[in-house]
């Protein structure tokens, strides 16, 4: 499979965000407590969703994914934080980071598979975009 490398950075780095956003909703405190914490519980359920989404977009084309934790820290681009209290600016700020960057891979990775053909992949891949791009909008909008 052309992209096997860039398909596992990409699920290593929906694996390490979703933990990462486990993180930050449950060390989020502060005036903005409940909808950060509801903001981040729907995007980790969302980062899950690609994660199985990608394997099985590389079990398609005969390529088995990564599947340890190891693999995903050694090839993740996006970065663990640690523990601690988060205020709703700081977890915001973090996230707005992340997203960006989950959204600039997974435009390089349509790109690429509509180059290739693989439709069905650049298709999927716009819905992470699309997703992403309404992420960021909100991240914005709520710093100010």
Request: charged letters at 25%; a negative charge.
């Amino acid at each position: 499979m052309n992209l096997q490398k860039e398909f596992n950075t990409y699920l290593a780095n929906l694996a390490v965000m979703t933990f990462k956003l486990h993180n930050l909703h449950w060390n989020v405190e502060g005036l903005q407590f409940t909808s950060i914490h509801n903001f981040t519980e729907d995007m980790y359920d969302k980062t899950f969703e690609y994660l199985d989404e990608i394997a099985e977009i590389q079990k398609i084309y005969g390529v088995t994914p990564d599947s340890k934790l190891s693999d995903y820290l050694n090839n993740a681009t996006i970065k663990e934080v640690d523990a601690k209290k988060f205020t709703p600016k700081e977890a915001l700020e973090i996230m707005l980071e992340d997203v960006k960057s989950l959204c600039d891979e997974a435009t390089y990775l349509r790109n690429e598979c509509d180059k290739l053909g693989w439709f069905t992949s650049a298709s999927l891949l716009e819905g992470h975009i699309e997703y992403y791009s309404k992420q960021l909008w909100f991240i914005k909008a709520t710093l100010g």
